[in-house]
Antibody
Framework: EVQLVQSGAEVKKPGESLKISCKGS????????IGWVRQMPGKGLDWMGI????????RYSPSFQGQVTISADKSISTAYLQWNSLKASDTAMYYC???????????WGRGTLVTVSS | QSVLTQPPSVSAAPGQKVTISCSGS????????VSWYQQLPGTAPKLLIY???ERPSGIPDRFSGSKSGTSATLAITGLQTGDEADYYC???????????FGGGTKLTVL
């Protein structure tokens, strides 16, 4: 089955670090870009950035540049989204999604809920 | 404030047709392909339309997309209660060098 499996929900305190994951299976992981999308509670979709696991070429949305780090380990077909110092405003659902042949996303993970609270 | 503008909500009766608009500019919709996503309550978004008008396999032909100039439209015919969801448009913005989404439209099937 073609799918993206994301890591489980996280509860963190402000200032803590976090790395969440997205594992692809059922397709050639290295040949498709993987993007990350934030959805804050009750809000819409915000594109954060994207990575090509084949060579780790990474692009960031200007809104998220410097705020997060996107990486990938092609040997285990996994992409990551990382924070060095979480803020309460990082509380959101985070989705990974596979990019199709153009700027659309044809396969989505179920999401990882990140809650940041003191 | 989203780069792409969608109506916050639309509604229609079962069996009827509804359209959802998505307005942008030359830096996004005007010169790039548009995609549409359906997000059922409590679930991840799902691709409905890509490249303005194309449907992925498994998406019924009740869903259709169109684009004219700097606006795009999603049409849903033969509405069903199971179509109640949030719908988002998306595209690439060449000025921002970023994927941009509309603010989302909540569809209610009365």
């Amino acid at each position: 089955e073609v799918q993206l499996v994301q890591s489980g929900a996280e509860v963190k305190k402000p200032g803590e670090s976090l790395k969440i994951s997205c594992k692809g299976s059922g397709y050639s992981f290295t040949n498709y870009w993987i993007g990350w999308v934030r959805q804050m509670p009750g809000k819409g979709l915000d594109w954060m950035g994207i990575i090509y696991p084949g060579d780790s070429d990474t692009r960031y949305s200007p809104s998220f540049q410097g705020q997060v780090t996107i990486s990938a380990d092609k040997s285990i077909s996994t992409a990551y989204l990382q924070w060095n110092s979480l803020k309460a405003s990082d509380t959101a659902m985070y989705y990974c999604a596979r990019r199709g042949s153009y700027w659309y996303f044809d396969l989505w993970g179920r999401g990882t809920l990140v809650t940041v609270s003191s | 404030q989203s780069v792409l503008t969608q109506p916050p909500s639309v509604s229609a009766a079962p069996g009827q047709k509804v359209t959802i608009s998505c307005s942008g500019s030359n830096s996004n919709i005007g010169n790039n392909y548009v995609s549409w996503y359906q997000q059922l309550p409590g679930t991840a978004p799902k691709l409905l339309i890509y490249d303005n008008t194309e449907r992925p396999s498994g998406i019924p032909d009740r869903f259709s997309g169109s684009k004219s100039g700097t606006s795009a439209t999603l049409a849903i015919t033969g509405l069903q209660t199971g179509d109640e969801a949030d719908y988002y448009c998306g595209t690439w913005d060449s000025s921002l060098s970023a994927v941009v989404f509309g603010g989302g439209t909540k569809l209610t099937v009365l």
